[in-house]
């Protein structure tokens, strides 16, 4: 992750192009863990709301392996902590119920 950098008077600066790259890590990473959460959770054969509660354990892991990355220094990286624990979230479950489903197809 790109760093934004501190100023003299421990007011952060944050640079934009940093911040951008940083948010698309997160998004990437965020759909990629959906992809491959979706099939096993299809393979596996969790139906309903385990199905659900497993792509939010997913995601609970994916937030704090994104904090260990950062390590648990957010200010550095982000401008607020929901970045880390919920940018992308509901834009992933979209991925994971498409693939989720699919196996249950076939």
């Known amino acids: 992750m790109a760093s934004g950098g501190v100023t003299s008077d421990d007011v952060p600066i944050l640079q934009t192009e ?33 199905g659900f509660v497993f792509y939010f354990l997913i995601m609970m892991v994916a937030s704090i392996g994104l904090l260990a990355k950062s390590k648990f220094s957010v200010q550095t990286y982000f401008d607020n902590w929901s970045r880390i624990l919920i940018e992308g979230v509901f834009g992933g479950l979209m991925s994971f119920v498409l693939f989720w489903s699919y196996p249950l197809m076939i």
């Open 18 to 50: 940093n911040l951008t790259s940083n948010v698309k890590s997160i998004y990437y990473s965020r759909t990629f863990l959906s992809i491959i959460g979706g099939v096993v959770a299809g393979i596996w054969g969790f139906t309903g709301l385990t």
